[in-house]
């Protein structure tokens, strides 16, 4: 039992607390909010002058937004930061695989319709 | 019990509990199911022959019109009531793990009831757009949106029930804190449906 | 770590007697009850794939022979390949998985007992309706990679691609579950001191192969959900004239079918690379490159699909990429090869019959690994692709690759699952029938193909030169069906024999051989500590000469999970969902809901069902 309660003593050393999921929370509430401002000055009903000019970045800032949102939760609400790396990656190399196809699967049909099927 | 519980959890080659290598294995897995949706819905992407589309009015041959179908607000309250269920149920199991049935009792039902919430949402969604003219096999966008956010949508319903249950079980007293990993495996399940919309909400909603 | 629970856990239910009767069957959790479930069910299937098979060549054996209707010639080749692929391949190596890896990493059964049951109920009910379509007449017929258009509602109406694609989702659910099981199993049941790198190759090679499941299978099971939809509900996926693209389905298709072709050689390559070392008598030669050889052929698994898709007309960048990767792949895959001559060189050999099929396992594999290279050139692929030079090729490496190492593993572990020894003669005969009879069969078919002969076309015309290659090739089908016969000769023979096989037959390395033929219910007795890599043989090492046949203890106080039927409820469970999508039509939306129900029966018993 001693083995145990160490190990449950670190584990309550290594949980965060309630202050921080809050915390990680608000950070995510606000880039959803910055998500859907830039769409709206971008392509919504407040886009003004600098549109024009934001929408080339519109996308890749967009994916690194989700990008963080994504690995905020994984982190902090998934525990991935401070629980055993083998979690990580049995998360993570599925998901290296998945970006591969979805991007690979993007360019080659892209090229498909492109070329081949138009002949 | 209790010892035989944490006897069992200690026993492994890792040390980590088989049940949560499982979840985690699956995880994984369906990491790879939720890529093929979405390669399948950005293939398809403004190839559909006929409206109404996504981003763009449209008006039909036979003169109709037809305006955007996506709508930003609903699905951004959706959207924000997914993230703030992850972290009522990150708050549900850290008290579930102090032994605060009340704290855990109330986190969970929050989560639930967020999670209800979007379902809900969806269900209008998916019927608005309907009675705007998007059926299943109108067009490739209303394929391919239904499909993808489809099975998100029933994997929160899977969701749903799950953490139900454990709410149900927390209120009769079996979620002490040596099952919390119980708890655990349905929020890490919960988590990944929420990272899986982190994604489709930018891609499928914002993205033009 | 040395303090295992399972040892100090004081049970009343005392002492471990054997159960019998067909309920203790069906309730069964034990990994090696459930590994002989999936051989049996596999091996009938093989049986039946073989019989198609037989078949297929009595029409091919003449030209414009009408023993087969063309429609009826398209179920059967539909049906063999689909059939040897999900149902016999991969639950023979399942029944493997199932029976060896607990014991190899000395453990006393993998991690979720019953789910392993579930995932053989669910192989078997998915195998048996698959195969109910012959009843229907309605068998598939689209080929096993069931492309777009052939399997659109305009092309095919019937129930065939029906019964395909909700077979394949069936099967596809049971290996998910099976690879999330097995994954935990071997990264978390390993006995004390087994570390990665003391790990059996089989247990190696076969944990590569869960990870391939679980990373390719959710991409089959998308691309059939995307084809139910277009065939069930209207939508146009993969139909042109809705904007949709048949290009789409084979990149699916193949994102799983590629990796699939390793989850099927894998385990065969982890039982020649334990057969060899036994039978050399010296250990495994460069052990590391061969893990990180297996790694690295899995990784490329996924970079190379496209290679099944030259003929599409990629572009000269996607053909490049691909082809580059897939020549690539035989570098890792040569590293094996080179391995496995380095273990047997020098080694004292015996040429016992697990040995003759590993050493004709490594024979003709290099034929079909080479024949792979050459159409990995897309200008080479263009000619061949299409034509029965493929299918000599995967047959080089399908039969020749895997069944040859499956088969390879039967002889080497059936005295260890029966506790009895097969007969070596019989077993030798069975050896040369079966390689004189395969090479007969698919060696003339590289030379028909490079002529120009086509697949999956029910018959050819006189006077194209294809007559002799095809008699001498049905012929040898004929010697490859005795030599089975003989087999099954060598087990019903032995089968009436005493129950002698001592516990270590071949003087083996791996931890299965330490404990009595058949193994008791726990396994092992007392769970063991290893020190190294080929534990028993270390152990020898150590004693300074053979191991005492290990007697068979009451197991009192061992605790063991209960046997329970509730995965058989899911499994039927899931069928029924599965089915009453097909069958929407007739059953409706309560088909869908009473199905739903049983489902969610089975899993809410399971759940809270005391494990035990």
């Given at each position: 039992?001693?083995?145990?309660?160490?190990?449950?003593?670190?584990?309550?050393?290594?949980?965060?607390?309630?202050?921080?999921?809050?915390?990680?929370?608000?950070?995510?509430f606000?880039l959803?909010?910055?998500?859907?401002?830039?769409?709206?000055?971008t392509?919504?009903?407040?886009?003004?002058?600098?549109?024009?000019?934001?929408k080339?970045f519109?996308?890749?800032l967009?994916?690194?937004l989700?990008?963080?949102?994504?690995?905020l939760?994984?982190?902090?609400y998934?525990?991935?930061?401070?629980?055993?790396?083998l979690f990580?990656?049995?998360?993570?190399f599925?998901l290296?695989?998945?970006?591969?196809?979805?991007v690979s699967?993007?360019?080659?049909?892209?090229?498909?319709?492109?070329?081949?099927?138009a002949? | 019990?209790t010892?035989?519980?944490?006897?069992?959890?200690?026993?492994?080659?890792t040390?980590?509990?088989?049940?949560k290598?499982?979840?985690?294995?699956?995880?994984?897995?369906?990491?790879?199911?939720?890529?093929s949706?979405?390669?399948n819905?950005?293939?398809?992407?403004?190839?559909?022959l006929?409206?109404?589309?996504?981003?763009?009015?449209?008006?039909?041959?036979?003169?109709?019109?037809?305006e955007?179908?996506l709508?930003?607000?609903?699905?951004?309250?959706?959207?924000?009531?997914?993230?703030?269920s992850s972290?009522?149920?990150?708050?549900?199991?850290s008290?579930?793990q102090?032994?605060?049935?009340?704290?855990?009792l109330?986190?969970?039902?929050?989560?639930?009831?967020?999670?209800i919430f979007?379902?809900?949402?969806?269900?209008?969604?998916f019927?608005?757009?309907?009675?705007?003219?998007?059926?299943?096999?109108?067009?490739?966008f209303g394929?391919?949106?239904?499909?993808?956010?489809?099975f998100?949508?029933?994997?929160?319903?899977?969701?749903v029930?799950?953490?139900?249950?454990?709410?149900?079980?927390?209120?009769?007293?079996?979620?002490?804190?040596h099952?919390?990993?119980?708890?655990?495996?349905?929020?890490?399940?919960?988590?990944?449906?929420?990272?899986?919309?982190i994604?489709?909400f930018?891609v499928?909603?914002?993205?033009? | 770590?040395?303090?295992?629970?399972?040892e100090?856990?004081?049970h009343?239910?005392?002492?471990?007697?054997?159960?019998?009767?067909?309920?203790?069957?069906?309730?069964?959790?034990?990994h090696?009850?459930?590994?002989?479930?999936?051989?049996?069910?596999?091996?009938?299937?093989?049986?039946?794939g073989?019989?198609?098979?037989?078949?297929?060549?009595?029409?091919?054996?003449?030209?414009?022979?009408?023993?087969?209707?063309?429609?009826?010639?398209?179920?059967m080749?539909?049906?063999h390949?689909?059939?040897?692929?999900?149902?016999?391949?991969?639950p023979?190596?399942?029944?493997?998985?199932?029976?060896?890896i607990?014991?190899q990493i000395?453990?006393?059964?993998?991690?979720f007992?019953?789910l392993?049951?579930?995932?053989?109920?669910?192989?078997?009910?998915?195998?048996?309706f698959?195969?109910?379509?012959?009843?229907?007449?309605?068998?598939?017929?689209?080929g096993w990679?069931?492309?777009?258009?052939?399997?659109?509602?305009?092309?095919?109406?019937?129930?065939?691609?029906?019964?395909?694609?909700?077979?394949?989702q069936?099967?596809?659910?049971?290996s998910?579950?099976?690879?999330?099981?097995?994954?935990?199993?071997?990264?978390?049941?390993?006995?004390?001191?087994?570390?990665l790198m003391?790990?059996?190759?089989?247990?190696?090679?076969?944990?590569i192969?869960?990870?391939?499941?679980?990373?390719?299978?959710?991409?089959i099971?998308?691309?059939?959900?995307?084809?139910?939809?277009?065939?069930?509900?209207?939508?146009?996926?993969f139909?042109?004239?809705?904007?949709?693209?048949?290009?789409?389905?084979?990149?699916?298709?193949?994102?799983f079918?590629?990796?699939?072709?390793y989850?099927?050689?894998l385990?065969?390559?982890?039982?020649?690379?334990?057969?060899?070392p036994?039978f050399?008598?010296?250990?495994l030669?460069?052990?590391?490159a061969?893990?990180?050889?297996g790694?690295?052929?899995?990784?490329?698994g996924?970079?190379?699909?496209?290679?099944?898709?030259f003929?599409?007309?990629?572009?000269?960048?996607?053909?490049?990429?691909f082809s580059?990767?897939?020549?690539?792949?035989?570098?890792p895959?040569?590293?094996?090869?080179?391995?496995?001559i380095g273990?047997?060189?020098?080694?004292?050999?015996?040429?016992?019959?697990?040995?003759?099929?590993?050493v004709g396992?490594?024979a003709?594999?290099?034929?079909?690994?080479?024949s792979?290279?050459?159409?990995?050139s897309?200008?080479?692929?263009?000619?061949?692709?299409?034509?029965?030079f493929?299918?000599?090729?995967?047959?080089?490496v399908?039969?020749?690759?895997?069944?040859?190492?499956?088969?390879?593993?039967?002889?080497?572990?059936?005295?260890?699952m029966?506790?009895?020894?097969?007969?070596?003669?019989?077993?030798?005969?069975?050896?040369?029938?079966?390689?004189?009879g395969?090479?007969?069969?698919?060696?003339?078919?590289?030379?028909?193909?490079?002529?120009?002969?086509?697949?999956?076309v029910?018959?050819?015309?006189?006077?194209?030169?294809?007559?002799?290659m095809?008699?001498?090739?049905?012929?040898?089908?004929?010697?490859?069906?005795?030599?089975?016969?003989?087999?099954?000769?060598?087990?019903?023979?032995t089968?009436?024999?005493?129950?002698?096989?001592?516990?270590?037959p071949?003087?083996?390395?791996?931890?299965?051989?330490?404990?009595?033929?058949?193994?008791?219910?726990?396994?092992?007795?007392k769970?063991?500590?290893?020190?190294?890599r080929?534990?028993?043989?270390?152990?020898?090492?150590?004693?300074?000469?053979?191991?005492p046949?290990?007697?068979?203890?009451?197991?009192?106080g061992?605790?063991?999970?209960?046997?329970?039927y509730?995965?058989?409820?899911t499994?039927?469970?899931?069928?029924?969902?599965?089915?009453?999508?097909?069958?929407?039509?007739t059953?409706?939306?309560?088909?869908?809901?009473?199905?739903?129900?049983?489902?969610f029966l089975g899993?809410?018993?399971?759940?809270?069902?005391?494990a035990?």
């Open positions: 039992m001693d083995a145990h309660a160490t190990t449950s003593a670190h584990q309550e050393h290594a949980h965060p607390t309630a202050g921080l999921y809050a915390k990680v929370g608000l950070v995510l606000v959803t909010a910055l998500e859907v401002g830039l769409y709206e000055i392509y919504g009903s407040h886009a003004g002058a600098s549109a024009e000019a934001l080339p519109f996308v890749p967009l994916l690194l989700s990008a963080v949102k994504f690995a939760v994984a982190m902090f998934m525990h991935l930061k401070q629980d055993h790396k990580s990656g049995v998360f993570v599925p290296i695989i998945a970006t591969v196809v979805i699967l993007m360019i080659l049909m892209a090229y498909h319709m492109a070329f081949a099927r002949g | 019990m010892a035989h519980a944490h006897a069992a959890h200690l026993e492994t080659s040390g980590l509990d088989n049940r290598l499982a979840i985690w294995t699956f995880i994984g897995s369906e990491c790879l199911f939720f890529a949706l979405i390669s819905y950005l293939v398809h992407k403004g190839r559909s006929v409206g109404p589309f996504p981003h763009e009015p449209w008006t039909s041959p036979s003169g109709q019109h037809f955007p179908i709508e930003i607000p609903l699905v951004t309250l959706g959207t924000a009531l997914l993230l703030f972290l009522f149920v990150v708050l549900a199991l008290g579930a102090r032994g605060s049935r009340k704290a855990l109330g986190w969970l039902g929050a989560t639930l009831a967020c999670g979007f379902v809900g949402m969806q269900v209008y969604e019927t608005h757009f309907v009675h705007r003219g998007l059926g299943f096999t109108t067009n490739l394929s391919s949106f239904y499909t993808l956010t489809g998100h949508g029933t994997h929160v319903t899977i969701g029930i799950w953490l139900a249950t454990l709410w149900v079980d927390a209120l009769r007293g079996r979620i002490p804190p099952k919390s990993l119980n708890l655990e495996m349905a929020a890490l399940y919960w988590h990944f449906v929420d990272v899986v919309w994604v489709i930018p499928v909603y914002l993205i033009k | 770590m040395a303090t295992r629970v399972l100090h856990e004081a009343p239910a005392a002492g471990h007697g054997e159960q019998t009767g067909l309920w203790s069957w069906i309730t069964t959790v034990d090696k009850r459930i590994g002989i479930l999936y051989g049996a069910t596999a091996f009938l299937f093989f049986l039946l073989g019989i198609e098979a037989l078949l297929l060549r009595i029409q091919l054996g003449s030209p414009e022979n009408t023993f087969l209707s063309p429609e009826t010639y398209n179920q080749f539909t049906m390949g689909t059939t040897m692929i999900f149902l016999a391949i991969m023979l190596s399942a029944m493997f998985f199932n029976f060896m607990p014991l000395g453990a006393r059964d993998v991690a007992p019953r392993n049951a579930f995932s053989y109920w669910v192989f078997l009910l998915g195998g048996l698959l195969n109910s379509s012959w009843f229907f007449g309605a068998a598939p017929d689209q990679f069931g492309y777009a258009n052939l399997t659109s509602k305009q092309f095919s109406p019937g129930l065939n691609v029906d019964f395909w694609m909700i077979g394949l069936i099967l596809g659910i049971a998910l579950a099976a690879a999330v099981n097995f994954f935990v199993t071997i990264v978390n049941l390993r006995a004390p001191g087994m570390n003391r790990m059996p190759m089989f247990v190696w090679m076969s944990f192969t869960q990870v391939l499941l679980l990373l390719a299978f959710p991409v099971t998308v691309a059939l959900f995307l084809l139910m939809f277009d065939r069930f509900f209207g939508s146009s996926f139909v042109p004239a809705g904007g949709g693209d048949p290009i789409l389905w084979q990149h699916l298709f193949w994102i079918g590629h990796p699939e072709v989850i099927l050689i385990p065969a390559f982890g039982i020649v690379s334990e057969v060899l036994v050399s008598r010296k250990p030669f460069g052990y590391a061969m893990v990180f050889s790694v690295f052929i899995a990784f490329l996924f970079g190379v699909w496209a290679h099944h898709m003929s599409t007309g990629m572009g000269p960048i996607a053909d490049a990429f580059l990767s897939t020549m690539l792949i035989a570098i895959t040569g590293v094996k090869i080179f391995n496995w273990t047997m060189w020098g080694g004292s050999l015996q040429f016992r019959t697990p040995m003759l099929f590993a396992f490594i003709m594999f290099i034929i079909g690994g080479l792979g290279v050459m159409h990995s897309p200008p080479a692929d263009l000619q061949q692709t299409d034509t029965y493929i299918v000599a090729h995967f047959h080089y399908l039969f020749g690759g895997s069944i040859f190492g499956l088969t390879a593993g039967a002889y080497y572990w059936w005295p260890k029966s506790g009895r020894m097969l007969n070596e003669r019989l077993g030798k005969l069975h050896f040369w029938l079966m390689m004189i395969f090479n007969l069969t698919f060696f003339p078919m590289h030379f028909v193909g490079l002529h120009g002969m086509p697949r999956r029910y018959t050819y015309p006189e006077g194209l030169g294809f007559e002799l095809n008699q001498i090739e049905t012929a040898g089908s004929f010697v490859l069906g005795l030599a089975f016969l003989v087999f099954l000769w060598n087990i019903y023979k089968s009436r024999g005493p129950r002698n096989a001592p516990a270590d071949w003087n083996g390395a791996t931890l299965e051989w330490a404990i009595p033929s058949p193994p008791q219910e726990f396994n092992f007795a769970i063991p500590v290893v020190h190294g080929d534990a028993l043989w270390e152990q020898k090492r150590q004693r300074g000469g053979p191991l046949e290990p007697a068979r203890v009451s197991g009192q061992i605790h063991m999970p209960n046997p329970s509730w995965p058989a409820v499994a039927v469970g899931v069928l029924a969902v599965l089915v009453s999508l097909m069958t929407l039509g059953t409706g939306v309560p088909g869908v809901v009473a199905g739903v129900a049983l489902l899993v809410y018993k399971w759940a809270y069902e005391p035990g």
